[in-house]
T-cell receptor, first 114, second 109 residues
């Protein structure tokens, strides 16, 4: 089954404790992206990657890191989480190119930083 | 400055009462405009991609249209299962994707 998986689905952590949220897709997609979703603000793009070893900042990259060492994986790293990073996070992937850009989203990771 | 603005924020419809959702955008180089449906607690689900002004796409009771400054999602004779939040997103030349805040549609039987 074609899918985007995220782990963990729920995470409660404390300020300053480094964490990683994993994202994996099995569709051989070139493009992968991370978003956060907050009430009233909608989905905001954190980082995106157009292929292995190619990453770019989205609208809200501060406090986050990503890496794309393999085509299928795109982990999101919070080196020193703060309470304002409490949010619902989505990973997404798509093919890359005209006519192919519809994104498939993972189920989401709900992060709480206390 | 918001690049993607959706209106209204919320829409309550009676079953069978057709209506339209609006998505206006201000990006300079539009690579594509996307519509998604999101159910509570789930990831967005892809509906349509529109690439150029004048383009239209249809799927069941939904029809999306695109002009140079806005897109409309028309819901014809909605059913309760059409209740969801509908998200609009635009992709620019640098492949960055910007979403609107969404329109939450509630269809009463």
């Amino acid at each position: 089954e074609a899918q985007v998986t995220q782990n963990p689905r729920y995470l409660i952590t404390v300020t300053g404790k480094k964490l990683t949220v994993t994202c994996s897709q099995n569709m051989n997609h070139e493009y992968m992206s991370w978003y956060r979703q907050d009430p009233g603000l909608g989905l905001r793009q954190i980082y995106y990657s157009m292929n292995v070893e190619v990453t770019d900042k989205g609208d809200v990259p501060e406090g986050y890191k990503v890496s794309r060492k393999e085509k299928r994986n795109f982990p999101l790293i919070l080196e020193s989480p703060s309470p304002n990073q409490t949010s619902l996070y989505f990973c997404a992937s798509s093919l890359f190119g005209q006519g192919k850009n519809e994104q498939y989203f993972g189920p989401g990771t709900r992060l709480t930083v206390t | 400055e918001d690049q993607v603005t959706q209106s209204p924020e919320a829409l309550r419809l009676q079953e069978g009462e057709s209506s339209s959702l609006n998505c206006s955008y201000t990006v300079s180089g539009l690579r594509g405009l996307f519509w998604y449906r999101q159910d509570p607690g789930k990831g967005p689900e892809f509906l349509f991609t529109l690439y150029s002004a004048g383009e239209e796409k249809e799927k069941e009771r939904l029809k999306a249209t695109l002009t140079k400054k806005e897109s409309f999602l028309h819901i014809t004779a909605p059913k309760p299962e059409d209740s969801a939040t509908y998200l609009c997103a635009v992709q620019e030349d640098d492949y960055k994707l910007s979403f609107g805040a969404g329109t939450t549609v509630t269809v009463r039987a």
